[in-house]
């Protein structure tokens, strides 16, 4: 199985840039969907963005399209998220996750391992 640690959190102003990483171990990544998920204090949690093995194929949630980039380094077997134009209503944990679907998976429950999340928080 794969172990997921993100990393790259912090606190940004509105408008501003971060970037989050997922590193894995114990299995490369080529053989997972991935996504990042968040949950903000209160709320479920909900999917940011995903990425197919060989990363052509991306999707992302309406509330973060044209702001984020999810991307991946199956070398490094590493993910990213690239986010600009920041919104205090970004504030979340983001959750790294590894799917075994074998097409797009959009839900929590379709993601089969987990990282610890690293907290992001978006002052205005």
């Known amino acids: 199985q794969v172990q997921l640690v993100e990393s790259g959190g912090g606190l940004v102003q509105a408008g501003g840039s971060l970037r989050v ?29 995903s990425i197919s093995r060989n990363g052509g194929v991306t999707d992302y949630a309406d509330s973060v399209k044209g702001r984020f980039t999810i991307s991946r380094d199956n070398a490094k ?10 919104k205090p209503e970004d504030t979340a944990v ?14 929590s429950w379709q993601y ?3 990282g610890q999340g690293t907290q992001v928080t978006v002052s205005s």
């Open 77 to 86: 077997d590493t993910v990213y998220l690239q986010m600009n134009s920041l």
């Open 21 to 49: 990483s997922c590193a894995a171990s114990g299995r490369t990544i080529r053989s997972y969907f991935m996504a990042w998920f968040r949950q903000a204090p209160g709320k479920e949690r909900e999917f940011v963005a």
């Open 112 to 114: 089969n391992y987990w």
């Open 94 to 107: 983001y959750y790294c996750a590894a799917s075994t679907a074998l097409v797009g998976a959009k839900f």
